[in-house]
T-cell receptor, first 112, second 115 residues
Framework: GENVEQHPSTLSVQEGDSAVIKCTYSDSASNYFPWYKQELGKRPQLIIDIRSNVGEKKDQRIAVTLNKTAKHFSLHITETQPEDSAVYFCAATTSGGFKTIFGAGTRLFVKA | GAGVSQSPSNKVTEKGKDVELRCDPISGHTALYWYRQSLGQGLEFLIYFQGNSAPDKSGLPSDRFSAERTGGSVSTLTIQRTQQEDSAVYLC?????????????FGQGTRLTVV
């Protein structure tokens, strides 16, 4: 069945450093890859997404890259700040572009 | 309402009782998902509704779990004969789904505690 693997499960960085979270997916027909941020006690919210016809997308301090051949995609956060501390989930749509499967999440700690 | 609404926000039930969790998606969204999130864990896919198509129930953990979506809008997740391991936050999300993948908007969740 469809599967999304996410690494690392926990990431601790110093404020100002970069953070990278990596995901792989199993369904080669997947065409939409969103990233969600979940702060403690809150609902997941979309922070950035990328479609299969694009290799990279950037929004201020956040960037995503996609390698469709290898079925890898990554989230890059530069100049991390304490408020970036949260759980981050990658996701991929399955064939047909509908069902969204999430990775297990990465708990990011940014130390001031 | 502007967002996905879930009720109740908290539910405490005794082991063996049935519970019903409700999700009111954003108006016009054709896709609706249920996920389960245990404490400190990821988002476990449960079930997915898309328009009038048959739902994808592949994530339901046992036959004690069922869900329906009436009139393509409100959805109810039912857990029969609840067990302690059912304790979790149940999240509902809806999406407009244009056919090429779109953002899922989450409700605030229902925290279920089985005692």
């Amino acid at each position: 069945g469809e599967n999304v693997e996410q690494h690392p499960s926990t990431l601790s960085v110093q404020e100002g450093d970069s953070a990278v979270i990596k995901c792989t997916y199993s369904d080669s027909a997947s065409n939409y890859f969103p990233w969600y941020k979940q702060e403690l006690g809150k609902r997941p919210q979309l922070i950035i997404d990328i479609r299969s016809n694009v290799g990279e997308k950037k929004d201020q301090r956040i960037a995503v890259t996609l390698n469709k051949t290898a079925k890898h995609f990554s989230l890059h956060i530069t100049e991390t700040q304490p408020e970036d501390s949260a759980v981050y989930f990658c996701a991929a749509t399955t064939s047909g572009g509908f069902k969204t499967i999430f990775g297990a999440g990465t708990r990011l700690f940014v130390k001031a | 309402g502007a967002g996905v609404s879930q009720s109740p926000s908290n539910k405490v039930t005794e082991k063996g009782k049935d519970v019903e969790l409700r999700c009111d998606p954003i108006s016009g969204h054709t896709a609706l998902y249920w996920y389960r999130q245990s404490l400190g864990q990821g988002l476990e896919f449960l079930i997915y509704f898309q328009g009038n198509s048959a739902p994808d129930k592949s994530g339901l953990p046992s036959d004690r779990f069922s869900a329906e979506r009436t009139g393509g809008s409100v959805s109810t997740l039912t857990i029969q004969r609840t067990q302690q391991e059912d304790s979790a936050v149940y999240l509902c999300a809806s999406s407009p789904n244009s056919g090429s993948g779109t953002e899922a908007f989450f409700g605030q969740g229902t925290r279920l505690t089985v005692v």
